[in-house]
């Protein structure tokens, strides 16, 4: 029984461990043998990725964590952003490019190259890594399913067809044993959404609740230094 708790997610990564299974990231992809590509999509959170990085840390497993640059409930590019992706790639897990399509359906195909290279050197720029791996964000509900050369992409048929694959979305897994899932797929790519996991189990609107919470103290502090900002600015402070 999965309860999406941190427990529960380091007992699943050391059973896959005992499978005699790497838990690898996508930049170390081996050429034999079985493995599990382990991802973790940050949608909402980047201190929730740091947790995420941390357990898989503790586990001695590296993985990739695919961030949004485009993102409406973070700053990856902002001070604390930078800060707190760095931490996680300070831990020894790969960052790729998590990149939206909307808009990408007015686009020709170079047109999209272009475009998530441009977010691929900004993501390199500022945090003075190499960006090998790209995941598109929400595709079930994108009419757009580019092709960018150049990359390891997570939706490619070698990483999504050619091998199993399974994800946490919405909190469901969608097969009846994810045990039996590992143990019978001696090749997959997992895909694990920070945002579930908890040090005690949370229902989905609880998750959410947590989320709205942390945004609105999020804003809350950007809203007092803007704040402040003003006020000094008026003071002949700055």
């Known amino acids: 029984m999965i309860d999406f708790t941190h427990r529960n997610y380091l007992d699943l990564l050391a059973y896959v461990q005992a499978l005699g299974q790497r838990i690898v990231p996508f930049r170390d992809l081996p050429l ?3 493995y599990v590509i382990l991802r973790h999509d940050i949608d909402f959170s980047i201190p929730k990725a740091i947790e995420m990085a941390d357990l898989d840390r503790q586990a001695g497993v590296r993985s990739t964590f695919f961030v949004l640059l485009t993102a409406p409930y ?29 808009g990408f359906d007015q686009l020709a195909p170079h047109q999209q ?41 997570a939706y490619s048929r070698p990483f999504f067809k050619d091998i199993a694959y399974v994800s946490d979305s919405r909190m469901m897994f969608r097969v009846p044993d994810l045990r039996a899932f590992f143990r019978d797929h001696p090749r997959s790519q997992a895909l694990i959404h920070p945002i579930w996991w908890h040090a005690q189990p949370k229902t989905r609107a609880e998750v959410f609740d947590s989320i709205r919470s942390q945004l609105g103290r999020s804003l809350d502090a950007m809203l007092y230094a803007e704040h402040r900002g003003i006020v000094d600015f008026l003071n002949g402070q700055k």
């Open 32 to 34: 034999s043998g079985s």
């Open 113 to 153: 190259k272009q475009r998530v290279d441009c977010l691929v050197a900004c993501l390199e720029d500022h945090l003075g890594i190499q960006v090998s791996s790209i995941s598109q964000h929400k595709p079930t509900e994108s009419n757009v399913k580019p092709e960018i050369p150049g990359y390891v992409d």
């Open 74 to 102: 973070y700053n990856a590019l902002s001070e604390e952003g930078l800060r707190d992706l760095r931490q996680i790639t300070g831990m020894g897990h790969e960052m790729g490019l998590h990149y939206d399509c909307t």
